[in-house]
RNA sequence: UGCCCGAUAGUAUAAUGGUAGUACGACAGAUUUUGGUUCUGUUUGUCUUGGUUCGAAUCCAGGUCGGGCAACCA
């Protein structure tokens, strides 16, 4: 009931108040709109915000989406993306009504071509790039139409014909729509329809050799399939006039364009050509490496599809330019991460400890999967005489307010006992070699009737019980907030220390059992997913994001 | 200096002519066997100048600033 009246007291954004008013005008009956990647590399978080728009809208108005694949440039397009894309999709949740290749209507846009031409609205244009390029003109001064748009209609079929029969190289020949020359809009100067590519399809194989541009082809392809709201990013604003003439033109299906901005998020980029570098020139390990903004990379480093839609929700859909803080994609994920990751208890950095008084050799302690969700239960962990804790929670001349290990200092081991600090044992160099440590036996966890109060609990592993494995550990991606909007080139700005591997860490025994499906918080140290360069001998884990830590970011200020 | 789009706390996002609110961040405190979580509080905003109006973030006009458009890319 609650989550009903938020739902409605929520505002709509601008392109579901334009979907309610055609709903409430019976302009539709029903919503169909399309998500339409090019398959020429990875979906990021960018492409995430957008299919969420498209697939949320539908599903929210009962409507449906159909993924289209926008394949118009051969030479540029390969299956490997088809198959990533259509994967991330359905890994963010979403199930599309059909899967389309805009190569799937070739045929229909070539008679659409053919139907301006008979129309006198579209000519075959031998200028080379350079000249149809200098006549277009400049913004501010309008263009000249060349002698090529007096050819006449039979002319115009004959050589489009042509065209398409191979008898012209590469670049040859265009097909231009015949719009306006003077228009303020430079879409509108007589684009470009076809060009000549004798270049192998990934679907259509080598069958055609022109291919349409995106203006021939988006629209088209849109009105082919009924799309109501064919939502894009900001960059088409100006090719809107374009779209609508095209199929004012044709006389199809009204298919309407709808633009929003673009998701930009701070300390990456999020342009493919410059993720495509950034693999390339092997600044990062593949397009899923855990420091990529692509969905693969947000997948494999650990994130859920949950907290990616709880983002998408949250930065809204505007027509503003926008930078939004990395801090927030992190909050939904610690949010949900919270909610659902197995605890384990895992020492990064080991310093032993000798408990002197402790008698047994072993036993086991209970502690929590999850306090966050009593349905998890519990699990056993060994504890002994010799254990790792932190380099980090001992310091000899600790400042005030430390609250872990120090000469006479008490702490907590979690879910075990409260130890006391009784000698640091130093090498030769002065360095420490380990602690001698007292504890309480009254102070069990679960029974604790020792009546002490400690400030700190840290967490342990036991010695002879501890596993191993290998942790990575990732930081932003840049350096800077925005590197796109640098000075220098953005590579200059990539973050050096963005990865660090451990080799070997300790973990307590349950640990062994870890999935790929599962996820885990270290205590105090992050949460964490198994990455799939896992073998059976060895685990590797990905850090998916650090734990807020207050004490860090006070330590940092002074 | 042509045309188009935009401008609300640090970052996003609401308020659709009638009390400028929410989230993240930051800061402070409480709770805590994770310096986590949770809870409470504080902080900071309508680009500017005019106009319309009883009343303007909202409507109008001028300006300023930011973004886009002159690929045989999408």
């Known amino acids: ?110 008679e659409f071509a053919v139907k301006l031409i008979k129309k006198g609205l579209a000519y075959v244009d031998d200028s080379t790039g350079d000249e149809i390029a200098a006549q277009k003109g400049a913004p501010t001064e309008p263009g000249m139409r060349n002698k090529y748009a007096e050819r006449s209609i039979e002319e115009n079929l004959l050589l489009f014909a042509d065209m398409r029969a191979g008898k012209y190289a590469d670049g040859e020949k265009v097909l231009r729509a015949k719009v306006d020359m003077a228009s303020p809009n430079m879409q509108l100067r007589d684009p470009i329809m076809y060009r000549i590519k004798h270049a192998h399809h990934h679907r259509t194989g080598d069958k055609w050799c022109i291919y349409p541009m995106y203006d021939f082809a988006h629209g088209q392809s849109d009105s082919i399939e009924n799309i109501t709201h064919s939502i894009c990013t900001l960059e088409f604003v100006a090719h809107r006039p374009l779209y609508n003439w095209f199929i004012e033109q044709l006389e199809i299906f009204p298919s309407k364009q709808y633009e929003f901005a673009r998701l930009n998020l701070t300390y990456t980029v999020m342009s493919k050509r410059k993720l495509l570098q ?140 409260i130890i006391q600090c009784d000698e640091a044992v130093k090498n030769a160099d002065g360095s420490i070699a380990e602690l001698r440590c007292s504890y309480i036996p009254e102070s069990k966890s679960g029974s604790d009737t020792s009546g002490i109060k400690v400030q700190g609990t840290l967490h342990w592993v036991s010695v002879k019980h501890a596993v191993t494995a290998e942790l990575r550990l990732y930081d932003r991606l840049f350096r800077v907030e925005d590197p796109s909007n640098e000075e220098n080139d953005f590579k200059e700005y990539i973050n050096p220390d963005s990865l660090q591997v451990i080799k070997t860490v300790y973990a307590e025994p349950a640990l062994k059992k870890a999935g790929f499906d599962e996820r885990y918080q270290f205590l105090r140290k992050g949460y964490f997913c198994l990455d799939k360069d896992s073998s059976k001998d060895k685990m590797v884990f990905n850090r998916t994001v650090t734990l807020k830590d207050t004490w860090a970011k006070e330590q940092k200020k002074k």
């Open 1 to 110: 009931m609650e989550e009903i009246k938020n739902e409605e007291e929520k505002s709509l954004n601008f392109i579901e108040e334009i979907v309610e008013e055609g709903l409430h005008s019976g302009k539709h009956q029903k919503i169909l709109t399309r998500f339409p990647p090019e398959p020429n590399g990875y979906l990021h978080i960018g492409h995430a915000k957008s299919i969420c728009l498209n697939f949320g809208l539908a599903k929210k108005y009962n409507g449906k989406t159909n993924l289209r694949f926008d394949d118009t440039n051969p030479v540029t397009e390969e299956t490997e993306y088809v198959g990533s894309i259509k994967e991330d999709v359905r890994w963010l949740g979403f199930e599309w009504a059909n899967e389309f290749y805009a190569s799937d209507y070739f045929e229909q846009l070539y």
């Open 278 to 417: 950034l693999v390339n020139e092997k600044y990062v390990n593949s397009w899923d490496d855990p420091r990529m903004p692509t969905i693969s990379g947000y997948r494999r480093r650990g994130y859920t599809p949950e907290s990616i839609l709880k983002f998408a929700d949250k930065i809204g859909v505007q027509k503003r330019e926008n930078l939004i803080d990395l801090s927030l994609l992190e909050f939904c994920i610690r949010e949900h991460l919270n909610k659902i990751a197995l605890r384990r208890m895992v020492v990064l950095d080991p310093l032993k400890v000798v408990i002197t008084n402790y008698k047994k050799d072993s036993e086991l302690v209970r502690s929590e999967d999850n306090p966050e969700d009593e349905n998890t239960g519990y699990r056993e962990i060994p504890f002994s005489a010799e254990i790792y804790i932190e380099k980090e929670d001992f310091m000899e001349n600790p400042p005030k307010k430390f609250f872990r290990l120090a000469p006479g200092q008490k702490v907590r081991l979690k879910s075990a006992y």
